[in-house]
């Protein structure tokens, strides 16, 4: 039984460091994507264009990607906090999980 309580807590260690290996990756592109948005829109909205749309067009991306920054550093937060607690979990001392013999 200890070796079986040995091998299922090695493949929840995978299975997490996959996680989040996947997790950083996608927060990685998403942040890229918040920097792109965030400068294109002010540099629709500053543009010297008398086009008001175009401008309305630059403020609305600023917005957005004012927001979507805010709800991917909330997740990424929680994300954080739930990935500690599963490695507080999976990291723990071994449990001798043998059943008590007379």
Avoid: C, H
């Avoid at 996959?18 to 592109?29: A, D, G, P, Y």
Wanted: proline share 4%; charged share 15%.
């Amino acid at each position: 039984m200890v070796l079986r309580a040995k091998n299922l807590r090695g493949k929840l260690s995978d299975i997490v460091s996959f996680i989040n290996t996947l997790t950083t990756r996608i927060v990685t592109i998403a942040w890229g994507l918040f920097l792109l948005t965030w400068s294109i829109g002010w540099l629709l909205k500053g543009s010297p264009i008398p086009f008001m749309r175009v401008k309305r067009a630059g403020q609305d991306l600023v917005e957005d990607a004012v927001w979507a920054a805010f709800w991917l550093a909330l997740g990424s937060s929680i994300f954080a906090l739930i990935s500690y607690i599963v490695n507080m979990a999976v990291g723990s001392p071994s449990i001798n999980v043998t059943s008590a013999q007379p």
